[in-house]
């Protein structure tokens, strides 16, 4: 069916109090949960990229003349209702009051199946949210954040997905890192579909404004949409617990690919676990804990990678927070927080034990991870291609020079020293440990090999990709689309190599900032 036959259904617009008025001008909307907004036509719209294999799981043609109009923001049909929704935040830390979607704007719920995802254009004009911007989307971060979350997808993480990559014709000013260097630059628009936006800020912007009716409304209708299985007088803390599990779950699935999100503030916490809002994201490239890919992050790389399981329980703190007006008193929300950290490290434990093929957990193993992950941020190695060596580790029977030499592909520095001989010494006790697994070598090889991606979308190769569609070619942009469905299998040597050097200080390739 194409986007222009289906009817769509409106249940969030349909079950909350809205301001209809149209009005773009921006404001604040208390008592309301969504602003109307139509998206702003754009001059040229060209379809760039469509995920067909998303269209076919929605039931959904390949888009014509008219379909590409909707996914520009240039036609809405008589069954859409478009809405910006309205939320809060905490922003590095500190409470931002009310944000809401400054450059993203519902279409409305496709339904299919029996599933139903919402229709989100990133890109399409200003809304009520957009706090004195221009609701636009420049090419850079669009094909960021189209690949990006395809990628995370293929990957296994769970995570909004992009159903289209339109270009505008429109050239939109930004300033690239704040510093004054305003340029214009190519627009764009991405159509992102979700089962659902919520995140936790929708909830802490009603508690904010002592809006209690609405918050216990808005508790229980993504509990009946979204979490069905929930019910009676406990369904609200089951449902909180939840949202802790699939959070920590996520966490974990971050560190296995070495993903930093960049900005981890409450209003980019999906209320489903999913990854959100893709900005100033990137994996790493060598191991380090304290990297940050957000210029506005430092220097207090509070969203660095290390921190991410931490901050992700600071921020269901402040869900907790939003939601103790439901509650007599906190100690059940208490409780369910204090679970996290359980939560959190069984996963991580388990999940780390598949990264090094290892048939089960001990005491003892739980110490060999953190020595390793100790040293790693010391060597600082390709945290990719280090794992990915590691998988026929057992077939080395080499010590010293000779194993390091296998190994050496991965460094970006070669360690020397204490450090070389402390670090060989612990992989010598790694591949020790995996000869005493239940399991065979070749089981053990292909849990690491299903654990651990060959291919990761770098920095630097989204960066190249972006400056190639700007002159008109698309040859890696395609390649990459190729590469990230199949990042377990993958053997494009030309995609599985290190960060080059140069890319360590070029912008955009390493450090970027919130500005898109």
Same mark, same amino acid.
């Given at each position: ?36 907004? *139509? ?26 003349? $008219?379909?590409?109009? *909707? ?47 919402? =229709? ?23 094909? !960021? ?8 997808? +293929?990957?296994?993480?769970? %995570? ?13 000013? !930004? ?9 214009? $630059?190519?627009?764009? *628009?991405?159509?992102?579909?979700? @089962? ?7 909830? $802490? ?5 002592? @809006? ?13 949409? +979204?979490? &069905?299985? +929930?019910?009676?007088?406990? !369904? ?16 974990? /699935? ?14 980019? =916490? ?22 940050? &890919? ?36 906190? /100690?059940?929300?208490? /409780?369910?927080?204090?679970?996290? @950290? ?6 991580? #434990? ?33 945290? %990719? ?20 030499? #296998? ?39 292909? *849990?690491?090999?299903?654990?651990? &991606? ?44 290190? !960060? &080059? ?16």
């Amino acid at each position: 069916m194409h986007i222009t036959d289906k009817k769509f259904t409106n249940l969030f617009t349909s079950a909350f109090p809205g301001d209809n008025s149209g009005d773009l001008s921006p404001r604040q909307t208390p008592g309301v949960l969504y602003s109307k907004a *139509i998206p702003t036509k754009v001059s040229d719209p060209k379809l760039l990229a469509f995920t067909e294999e998303l269209a076919a799981e929605m039931g959904m043609d390949s888009p014509g003349a $008219e379909d590409l109009k *909707i996914l520009a923001g240039n036609k809405v049909t008589e069954t859409m209702q478009p809405y910006a929704a309205c939320y809060a935040g905490h922003q590095f830390g500190n409470w931002a009051g009310q944000l809401g979607d400054g450059r993203a704007i519902t279409l409305g719920e496709w339904e299919h199946n029996g599933g139903s995802w919402e =229709m989100q254009l990133k890109g399409a004009g200003p809304t009520a949210y957009s706090r004195m911007a221009d609701g636009r989307a420049v090419l850079r971060s669009s094909v !960021r954040e189209y690949l990006m979350s395809e990628a995370m997808f +293929h990957l296994g993480v769970p %995570t909004t997905r992009a159903l289209s990559l339109v270009t505008t014709g429109d050239k939109i000013l !930004r300033d690239m890192f704040y510093n004054g260097n305003a340029a214009y $630059e190519p627009g764009a *628009i991405v159509m992102r579909v979700s @089962e659902s936006f919520l995140r936790f800020g929708n909830f $802490e912007i009603l508690a904010a404004r002592k @809006e209690k009716e609405n918050l216990q409304h808005l508790v229980d209708w993504t509990i009946e949409k +979204h979490f &069905p299985h +929930h019910k009676g007088e406990n !369904r609200i803390i089951n449902w909180f617990r939840e949202v802790i599990d699939k959070t920590a779950a996520l966490m974990v /699935e971050w560190h296995r690919v070495g993903f930093v999100h960049g900005v981890m503030n409450t209003d980019n =916490m999906s209320i489903l676990g999913q990854t959100i809002d893709y900005g100033p994201f990137s994996f790493l490239d060598d191991y380090d804990p304290s990297f940050t &890919p957000n210029t506005t992050d430092l220097p207090g790389r509070r969203y660095a990678f290390g921190n991410q399981p931490s901050i992700a329980l600071w921020n269901l703190s402040r869900l907790a927070t939003a939601l103790t007006p439901l509650f007599k008193d906190t /100690e059940l929300l208490e /409780e369910a927080l204090n679970s996290y @950290e359980d939560n959190f490290w069984n996963r991580y #434990y388990e999940m780390m034990g598949n990264k090094l093929g290892l048939d089960k957990i001990t005491a003892e193993d739980k110490k060999m991870i953190s020595q390793l992950e100790e040293l790693l941020a010391k060597v600082k190695p390709d945290m %990719t291609i280090l794992y990915r060596l590691l998988i026929d580790l057992p077939s080395i029977s080499a010590e010293g020079d000779m194993l390091f030499i #296998y190994l050496k592909p991965a460094f970006y520095t070669e360690p020397s020293g204490e450090l070389k001989v402390e670090f060989l010494k612990l992989i010598i006790s790694y591949a020790e440990r995996r000869k005493k697994n239940s399991i065979s070598t070749e089981a053990s090889a292909e *849990i690491m090999k299903k654990t651990n &991606p060959r291919f990761i979308l770098r920095n630097y190769l989204l960066h190249q990709a972006i400056e190639e569609l700007e002159m008109g070619e698309r040859s890696l942009f395609d390649k990459l689309r190729a590469a990230l469905k199949q990042p377990y299998t993958e053997d494009d040597e030309d995609l599985l190599k290190k !960060r &080059p050097d140069w890319a360590t200080q070029k912008p955009g390739c390493s450090m970027l900032s919130c500005s898109s």
